[in-house]
């Protein structure tokens, strides 16, 4: 709980008087690479915002509309945020959609100020994004694709596990959902990340899309520069069978990338 605890050491920093809010992904996204908080990391959050008066956002765009096994990633810790930002699955690519979801005591606190929640633009309240999303969200629900989700997790985390946990360069395996990330590393025992200049989450990328698999590579994940990961989330109709034949192109991926990690890239 360091990590959460630090948000009150920074809020007494700047002062609570300069602090308006706090952002963050509920489960985190590409940068980190599905790390999951420990039980009672929101719920301090939560704490510390409403002590100081600090707005608390939660950024869905990623982790909403049932990618991590529930409508929002947020329902896992009971977490009520201020405010919700959703986008991606919000029209499953469809449309570029994207959508704010206020609690209603601060809109009503804006109209009681200024009178005027002025949240338009130009290209927004676009009818066809609205219909596109409505259109996905009827879809989800009809077809229980949340639910589905859901229990895919238990799937790709037993075989992500299976193919994937003897391996001496993964350091870990982590995520829930459809959304999974895999942290590799030189050394298993003391974590030590590859050198970046050997790009490996970057070649692992190009080696399992030339085998026909699409991962998301990522990098920077130990410290903000070394560090390989890559997140692992497919589509909720992918079939129990087709998680095990993605999973073992990844599996011949990092086989033939862990060969040429000594080297650097060329």
Known sequence: LACANALEAEIQTQGAEN???FLAE?????TLGAVVPPDGYWARIREICD???VLLIADEVMTGMGRTGKWFAVEHWD???DILTIG???ASGYFPLSIVVVKGEHVDL??????????????????VGAAAGLATLNYLRANQLVERSAALGQVIHRALNQHLGNLTCVGDIRGMGTMWGIE????????QPFEPILHFSQKLG???FARGLILYPGSGCADGYAGDHIMFAPPFVITESQIESSIEILLQSIIAVQKQAPNPLR
């Open 26 to 30: 509920p489960v985190s996204g590409a």
């Open 51 to 53: 002590r100081y008066g």
């Open 88 to 90: 991606k699955g919000a």
């Open 206 to 208: 190009n080696a399992a």
């Open 79 to 81: 977490l009520t945020p």
């Open 184 to 191: 590799f590393v030189q050394d298993q025992a003391t974590r």
């Open 19 to 21: 602090v308006s809010a």
């Open 110 to 127: 804006i109209a009681r100020g200024s009178g005027d929640f002025n949240h338009g633009g130009t290209y927004s309240h676009h009818a």
